[in-house]
């Protein structure tokens, strides 16, 4: 999976935004925080498009 490539090369504290259009983001990204212990800063959705901000714990 891409977004667990990018949180495993990132800094403790750090930041990630995610863009997707995939409907099943919006339940799979909470999990995917929830299970590695992330945060999830933010979550919208804007026309067809689904966006995330997360900070690496």
Known sequence: ??????VREMASGEL???QATDPSTQRD???FCT???HE???QREQG???HYLIRKQ
């Open 1 to 6: 999976m891409l977004l667990h490539k990018a």
């Open 16 to 18: 990630l935004a995610v």
């Open 29 to 31: 990204i909470p999990r």
């Open 35 to 37: 299970f590695l212990g």
């Open 40 to 42: 999830l800063v933010a």
């Open 48 to 50: 067809d498009e689904f």
